[in-house]
């Protein structure tokens, strides 16, 4: 790549990467005086990107806004990025994939042969939720996202499946909600929101929204619990409402040891007591699947605690021994 061509993505990075930029500023990030820093804008220009004096002690330059789209260029970081994020944005479940596919296509045409290698041997594939995700309507993202960003209440219908709605759905009433965030989780969006008729967070399918408008009126937004989007909503799927940890936390001791169990053991903590030993601290949704995940290991153990896990193991050997009488009930 020329020198000068070099300078001016150079140039047009960083103009990108914040609102104002002092000319002697530019002239000291580029190594080149402030004549050239000039030129150089000035050459942008020519291309078509809008880019403003800004008045000032020390002067300035602005990019802004054009009303047409200039050409392009990206550093080589730049494009490996954006093919990685158009691939994934085909599994993203968004409803975006045949587009995210024209928009790579297209960007690839248009780079050099060096770049062209590269992001050809980019083969991606998003592994997500079983069976595959649902697609997400754009128009439903769209219209979400400005409720969000507007503040404004929404009403929708919501289904109990994705598929078709029940007779139930057809006859309930509108889901009133404030709007916070859009979550994309494992191929699936989520709308969290403040359910007004549950006086309570919610967090529902994307997918099995149905928009009504007009939305309104606007609210002032409340504090999500924990201030943390993703320890919120992965302490929901945990079937926890006050963190992101899991709601049943137990401890055993396992006889095998502390190598043939850590791969299996998820979030847990692994620790060795010897070479055919370990102390194993897990969680779970609820006691019952906490005492089945640790009989999955197939060793012998030894419950540390609480209190609540020796009795769900209880229980659960006695379901399992009754199930294997032979006298019982068929």
């Keep these: 790549m020329p020198k000068t061509s070099a300078r001016l993505l150079a140039l047009l990075s960083l103009l990108q990467a914040r609102r104002d930029w002092p000319g002697v500023l530019l002239a000291e990030r580029l190594d080149v005086s402030p004549r050239t820093v000039r030129r150089d804008i000035d050459r942008l220009r020519e291309l078509g990107y809008s880019i403003a004096a800004v008045k000032g002690p020390e002067g300035g330059y602005r990019l802004d806004p054009g009303s047409e789209l200039p050409p392009l260029l990206f ?11 158009l691939q994934l944005a085909v599994a993203s479940g968004a409803g975006v994939a045949e587009a995210a ?10 780079m050099p042969a060096r770049l062209r290698r590269r992001i050809d041997a980019l083969r ?30 929404l009403r929708f219908d ?16 509108p ?13 699936h969006w989520y709308l969290i929101a403040w359910d007004l008729d549950r006086d309570d967070w919610r967090i529902f399918r994307v997918d099995r929204i149905t928009p009504r408008i007009p939305t309104g009126p606007r609210f002032s937004p409340r504090e ?57 601290v897990l969680g779970s949704w609820s006691w019952p699947s906490l005492a089945a995940a640790l009989g999955a290991f197939d060793a012998d153990i030894d419950i ?10 209880a229980r659960l050997a006695r379901r399992y021994g009754d199930a294997v009488r032979e006298d019982a009930p068929q």
């Design 224 to 280: 999500l619990p924990g201030q943390d989007v993703a320890q919120f909503v992965a302490g929901r799927f945990r079937g926890s409402h006050t963190s992101g940890d899991w709601p049943c936390r137990g401890e055993a001791i396992l006889d095998l040891p502390a190598a043939a169990v850590a791969p299996f053991a998820a979030d847990g903590v692994v620790e060795e007591l010897g070479p055919d030993r370990c102390r194993l």
């Design 101 to 110: 596919m024209r928009a790579l296509t297209t960007v690839r045409q248009v």
């Design 75 to 85: 550093d080589d970081e730049q494009a490996v990025a954006l093919a990685v994020a």
């Design 158 to 173: 919501y289904t109990t499946t994705s598929r078709a709605a029940t007779s139930a759905d057809t006859c309930a009433p």
């Design 124 to 153: 991606i594939t998003a592994v997500g939720a079983s069976p595959p995700a649902p697609p997400v309507d754009t128009r439903v993202l769209t219209a979400l996202s400005a409720a969000i960003h507007a503040r404004e209440v």
């Design 175 to 187: 889901r009133r909600t404030q709007p916070h965030h859009l979550v994309a989780r494992s191929g």
């Design 304 to 313: 540390v605690g609480p209190r609540e896990l020796r009795e769900a193991c």
